[in-house]
């Protein structure tokens, strides 16, 4: 079965860098399109960053565009977010999602990782 | 950059209609999928491309979608249904994923 499971996070002092990882198993990692989306506590849910199956053209949201990357390593299975110069409001839960066949919507999510920004 | 508008709170008795609207322009020109999030949990896929329903949802939930507004509706509310509900499109010409701003269900 689809297993997305975030690792990574935890408190980190403003300006600072944090990398989240997310190891996925159960599907042909190597063919799905990746995002990451996150969720500042008690607010909604945002969309962070996408990433092809390829690797390719990559987007961001504005909020964290310059600051963030994205990344994948096929042979491993595993979706990765660099995460530089924080803010306090970049705290959040952190979720990995797959895209389900290139259709723009979300069919497995992991169980999220948090990232706190405090000093 | 693209806005999906939901309102804060829908309340419903059980065994009634909850319809949580979904407000953004021309928004029936788009895909609409919308996600069930309990507290502590990851979102869950309950409609996508409108009102299509994935595999281990209940038929009590529908979609629909026209003009300005996307509604999702629960027929039969459960206790179990009480949630935070999500709408989301992809904006084709900022090339990014929009969520609206979500709903909690409350069921009376």
């Known amino acids: 079965q689809v297993q997305l499971v975030e690792s990574g996070g935890g408190v980190v002092q403003p300006g600072g860098s944090l990398r989240l990882s997310c190891a996925a198993s159960?599907?042909?990692?190597?063919?799905?399109?990746l995002h990451w989306v996150r969720q500042a506590p008690g607010k909604g849910l945002e969309w962070v960053a996408f990433?092809?199956?390829?690797?390719?053209?990559?987007y961001f949201a504005d909020s964290v565009k310059g600051r963030f990357t994205i990344s994948r390593d096929n042979s491993k299975s595993t979706l990765y977010l660099q995460m530089n110069s924080l803010r306090a409001e970049d705290s959040a839960v952190y979720y990995c999602?797959?895209?389900?066949?290139?259709?723009?919507?979300?069919?497995?999510w992991g169980q999220g990782t948090l990232v706190t920004v405090s000093s | 950059s693209y806005v999906l508008t939901q309102p804060p709170s829908v309340s419903v008795a059980p065994g009634q209609t909850a319809r949580i609207p979904c407000g953004g322009n021309?928004?029936?020109?788009?895909?609409v999928h919308w996600y069930q999030q309990t507290p502590g949990q990851a979102p869950v896929l309950v409609v996508y491309?409108?009102?299509d329903r994935p595999s281990g949802i209940p038929e009590r939930f529908s979609g629909s979608n026209s003009g300005n507004t996307a509604t999702l509706t629960i027929s039969r509310v459960e206790a179990g249904d009480e949630a935070d509900y999500y709408c989301?499109?992809?904006?084709?010409?900022?090339?990014?994923?929009?969520f609206g701003t979500g709903t909690r269900v409350t069921v009376l």
């Open positions: 999602a797959k895209e389900y066949e290139r259709l723009g919507y979300f069919d497995y």
């Open positions: 159960g599907f042909t990692f190597s063919s799905i399109d």
């Open positions: 990433i092809p199956h390829d690797g390719g053209k990559k």
């Open positions: 021309n928004i029936g020109g788009k895909s």
């Open positions: 491309d409108g009102s």
């Open positions: 989301q499109v992809w904006d084709g010409s900022s090339d990014h994923h929009v």
